[in-house]
């Protein structure tokens, strides 16, 4: 066992910090910090880290002497250092903001590299286990835990596909350890998840309470679009062209472009007639130089987007189609509805492309908006196909 030598300068200013420190969290303030791990300060972004230190409980490292503490194998100043300053973390956290279930420390001790701040105040690398249990609580006391994370993340681009259906509630009872430990869960998909949570935190977190009201948190395109179909439904007749474009039309294709990859943009664009006129799966795929059985690939992962970011959308579109269908006799001259024909057949299509059977069999308006696909039926890919579409998204991808 290692003895400390002749102190210095530096020493002497760290043990009296230690010191103070030490009165200052045995006193009676500071009696609930002391259960739990040091680790529980710890932050991502955190360098030359105590690893020794981060298992053992506040109470455990503040009944041991300074002396022996710098005496253990692996410690030396420099971690003192950090050491004493993860102390001054825990001085500063108010004790009736410190959530009332314990999170466990990490099993190697090691935080997660650090990707930088994003857009809305996220940083990765400023989430302890003691923020992470304060944003977990939130999504769970306020009833987002079944809500899947890809309806309220800031965008889908960012989110491993395989967890957009996954609910807040598959990781609210993971302390950041465990879900950093689990198969397939790499900086990145933990990343996306965090950023949820975030999120739904710092909306939650500032409401009230009211018995009689409640709060939801939807995608912020979404609810335009939802309100203006409810007004829609409402007021009698048929909206004009240009309404139906702006209010309906380009927000989800907003939202595609918000959530997608630059060639699912394009497809968009090109099924809504953006640029020209609307073209068929077959004149998509010549522009785009890729196969037919790609483009549907595509078009149901235009689907897949909105219907995760807009679970409820199919009926409330359909029931808007049905509206303006049974207005349509009593309109002297009825808007041009070829493109919004063609915006549900793109996000809510009547049957799934490329295969057989129907989405939804109780919807009433599919038969006339699956006219806008008869010609679209999937072709077997040839070799030629192939290596054009190859070639292709070679070209987007650079």
Not at 125 to 133: L, N, P, Q, R
């Amino acid at each position: 066992m290692k003895t400390i030598k002749t102190a210095s300068v530096e020493q002497l200013q760290l043990i009296s910090r230690f010191e103070t420190l030490r009165r200052i969290l045995l006193g009676e303030p500071y009696a609930r910090h002391l259960e739990r791990p040091l680790a529980y300060w710890a932050l991502p972004a955190d360098r030359r880290l105590p690893l020794a230190f981060l298992g053992r409980t506040l109470q455990d490292l503040l009944d041991t002497p300074y002396s022996e503490l710098a005496a253990t194998p692996g410690i030396g100043q420099k971690k003192m250092r950090s050491f004493v300053k993860l102390l001054a973390r825990v001085a500063n956290t108010d004790a009736a903001e410190l959530p009332g279930d314990l999170a466990l420390p990490p099993e190697n001790g090691k935080p997660a590299a650090s990707q930088g701040p994003a857009a809305g105040g996220f940083d990765p690398a400023a989430i302890s286990e003691m923020v992470w249990v304060q944003w977990r609580r939130s999504a769970i006391e306020h009833g987002f835990g079944k809500e899947p994370l890809g309806r309220l993340a800031p965008s889908l681009k960012n989110m491993t596909r395989v967890i957009w259906t996954t609910p807040l509630e598959a990781y609210a009872d993971k302390t950041l350890a465990e879900i950093r430990a689990m198969k397939t869960h790499g900086e990145k998909r933990v990343r996306a998840i965090l950023e949820v949570f975030h999120g739904v935190h710092a909306v939650a977190s500032q409401m009230g309470r009211q018995e009689h009201l409640v709060v939801r948190i939807v995608p912020q395109l979404i609810d335009s679009v939802e309100t203006w179909i409810g007004r829609a439904l409402q007021r009698p007749g048929i909206p004009g062209e240009e309404e139906i474009f702006v209010s309906f039309v380009n927000v989800l294709l907003k939202q595609i472009r918000r959530d997608a990859s630059r060639q699912i943009v394009h497809l968009a664009e090109n099924r809504l007639g953006i640029h020209g006129p609307v073209t068929s799966v077959r004149q998509a795929a010549r522009g785009l130089c890729l196969t037919r059985a790609r483009i549907y690939q595509l078009l149901n992962e235009i689907n897949d987007i909105i219907t995760v970011r807009w679970p409820l959308g199919r009926r409330q579109v359909y029931e808007l189609h049905d509206k303006f269908q049974s207005e349509l006799e009593n309109v002297d001259q009825p808007p041009n509805l070829e493109q919004f024909h063609a915006a549900i057949e793109l996000f809510y299509p009547a049957s799934r492309r490329g295969t057989v059977g129907r989405v939804q069999s109780s919807v009433n308006a599919a038969s006339a908006v699956e006219s806008l696909g008869e010609e679209d039926e999937p072709e077997p890919t040839t070799a030629s196909e192939s290596s054009a579409e190859s070639t292709a998204n070679g070209l987007l991808a650079g």
